[in-house]
């Protein structure tokens, strides 16, 4: 279901009817189910982004949700670790929104990723967003092979 603006032109001695009621019930279902989007990776992935920032998996880690206006809270969690050498490298996480990174230089998050599995996530509040139909893109950037274990999950919601 959809927003729908309410009325808000009423006049003393206006009677309320059906319809009004209906659309008031549409718009408290809607609060109760936000919309949103989550995926869970099935296979590991791996990337050596030379530095820049790219997107983890442009088909499934690509959310799509229509808002009403406001606020989105975006999630990441997953284990990454190094695929080559020993020494560890940087990994730095972004989202994507539109054509518009979220993060500074180093994105939302900057870690250092070993060469054994280590556990990451971040949460990441966008404040503002107006009301229509968004794309949200996990971005990574690295110097070094980083692998994604397969179960690493991704989702966003409106609130």
């Known amino acids: 279901?959809?927003?729908t603006t309410p009325k808000t032109d009423w006049e003393t001695g206006e009677l309320v009817a059906a319809s009004d009621m209906n659309k008031i019930g549409e718009n408290l279902a809607t609060l109760k189910q936000p919309a949103s989007a989550v995926y869970t990776t099935t296979e590991d992935i791996t990337?050596?982004?030379n530095g820049d920032f790219l997107d983890v998996d442009s088909t499934n880690l690509s959310l799509t949700i229509t808002t009403t206006g406001g606020d989105v809270i975006v999630h990441f969690d997953?284990?990454?670790r190094l695929t080559r050498g020993d020494r560890g490298t940087g990994n730095c996480f972004d989202i994507d929104v539109g054509g518009t990174r979220q993060g500074g230089v180093d994105?939302?998050?900057h870690t250092s990723v070993p060469s054994h599995r280590n556990k990451e996530?971040?949460?990441h509040l966008i404040q503002n967003l107006s009301a229509g139909t968004h794309t949200f893109k996990l971005q990574w950037r690295n110097w070094e092979g980083v692998r994604l274990y397969a179960g690493a999950q991704f989702w966003v919601r409106e609130i």
């Open 107 to 109: 994105g939302i998050m």
């Open 47 to 49: 990337a050596d982004t």
């Open 78 to 80: 997953g284990v990454l």
């Open 121 to 123: 996530s971040f949460t």
């Open 1 to 3: 279901m959809a927003w």
